[in-house]
């Protein structure tokens, strides 16, 4: 339930209580005025978190609140205008009214109003955020404190610009994120960053790739070739899915990052370069050294400075700023104008298990994005597993142990019931969708059990 704080500014004391007790049976507190005198008044025992404004008051005009409340990280207003007043609505969208009401107007067009008005100010408020956040993490976008700890330690290992790093998470994690992060939060953001994918090398030519050649080293070698490692010289050098690596590569990139030199196949002389090396991967690295897959001694000499970053359904408190921070870039990208989320398809992006991590919700949102017809996106833009809540870990259902005398089957539905409550955080709807219920028979099965109330 809502506990956002309206303010309601009428001087017809029934449009007032009627508004009032509307916005109240919806969850919100609201603060009642009958003039800009009371309404400043007010605003100043307790700033509103949204503002509904009739144009024509005792002592003068709503809109003279306007300047007072409005502004990108102000106050949102909704004016309320008289039957035909057009032009009033209109300047007052000119002097920063968010949107405005024609009265007479019914309690589901201000529903509707509200909700677009709330969710846009959200929006642009978490934009905000990721903006400041984003010039403290390099662009990390992480709210919870499990990524709050995640950008602590890179802010303080990009100043170690010598030191590698190796970073362990998950696929989808967005490991080449804060590789880029650490890049240009370092001494050498002017440097290149040379991005490495190790298993898209193929094995012939992957000590080639990343060391060079010289002319004639082998049958193709016509010319001479600086590998990557040269390439990123002054900056950093991101090699992710570290553990592709052969095993004579291995041997190879040890001593780099020993001493920083190298030799370029078919080189009789080492060369040396000044590189920051960030390796990544999905796998567990230990488990591959008892295993002869990896160097044990390489595995020490990468993690130096070791950050592992959790899974998204350990931080599901970043789920809206990462939302809102998709909508923003593909708004740009494909020229839209997308505003954000409804409250339910919110709630369904954050109880959803997210396997494929910041990478599925990215893809997600793309679709959402792109076949929306709207400002606002809603559920059933969302793919059908999202919807779903997914299968598994912790977007699935609990199972029941069964007793001695076998499956007493009402007890079980109740059961099935309070779960799904429960993982829904108490929203009937989601519920009903984890359950594969539509809301008239979900609705009956909780008066069935006596839960309609709870």
């Known amino acids: 339930m809502s506990r956002e704080r309206i303010l309601v500014v009428d001087d017809d004391h029934l449009i007032r209580d009627i508004l009032s007790e509307r ?143 190796l970073l362990l998470g998950e696929t989808g994690t967005g490991k080449g994120m804060v590789a880029r992060a650490l890049h240009e939060l370092s001494p050498r953001a002017q440097g290149p960053f040379v991005n490495v994918t190790c298993s898209a090398l193929t094995e012939s030519l992957m000590e080639s790739e990343l060391f060079g050649h010289e002319k004639g080293a082998f049958t193709d070698a016509r010319t001479t070739k600086r590998g990557l490692v040269e390439v ?94 998709f909508i923003a870039a593909f708004n740009k990208e494909l020229g839209r104008a997308v505003e954000g989320v409804d409250p339910e398809t919110q709630q369904v992006l954050e109880a959803y298990s997210w396997p494929g991590n910041v990478r599925e919700l990215r893809n997600v949102v793309e679709r959402a994005v792109l076949l929306s017809d709207g400002p606002i996106l809603t559920t059933d833009l969302l793919p059908p597993e999202v919807r779903r809540g997914g299968s598994g870990g912790e977007g699935s259902l609990t199972t029941v142990e069964l007793g001695p005398s076998g499956i007493d089957l009402e007890e079980l539905e109740r059961h099935l019931l309070e779960e799904a409550l429960r993982q829904a955080h108490g929203n009937r709807t989601q519920a009903g969708r984890l359950l594969g219920l539509s809301r008239h028979q979900i609705r009956n099965r909780l008066h069935k059990y006596g839960m309609a109330d709870s």
């Open 23 to 165: 916005l109240e049976k919806k969850g919100f507190r609201v603060l009642r005025a009958a003039s800009l005198s009371e309404a400043r008044t007010a605003i100043s025992r307790a700033t509103p978190d949204l503002a509904i404004l009739d144009v024509k008051l005792p002592d003068g005009e709503g809109t003279e609140l306007l300047p007072e409340l409005s502004g990108e990280e102000g106050v949102p207003c909704v004016m309320m205008t008289a039957h035909g007043t057009v032009t009033s609505a209109v300047e007052a969208l000119r002097q920063g009214a968010e949107d405005f009401l024609e009265k007479p107007f019914s309690m589901d067009r201000l529903d509707t109003t509200l909700a677009h008005v709330l969710e846009r100010t959200r929006l642009r408020r978490q934009l905000k955020a990721l903006r400041d956040a984003g010039s403290q993490g390099g662009g990390i976008v992480g709210v919870s404190p499990e990524m709050e700890g995640v950008m602590g330690l890179v802010r303080r290992m990009a100043s170690a610009d010598q030191a590698t790093v």
């Open 232 to 325: 990123a010289h002054g900056g950093t050098l991101f090699l992710d899915e570290i553990a592709e690596l052969t095993p004579a590569l291995q041997s190879k990139l040890l001593r780099f990052l020993e001493d920083h030199t190298f030799r370029r196949v078919g080189a009789t002389e080492d060369r040396t370069v000044d590189v920051r090396v960030v390796a990544a991967t999905n796998r567990n690295l230990q488990a591959e050294v008892e295993t002869g897959r990896f160097r044990e001694d390489l595995y020490y000499r990468l993690r130096v400075l070791p950050i592992t970053l959790p899974p998204l359904r350990q931080r599901r408190g970043d789920v809206a700023a990462l939302v809102a921070a």
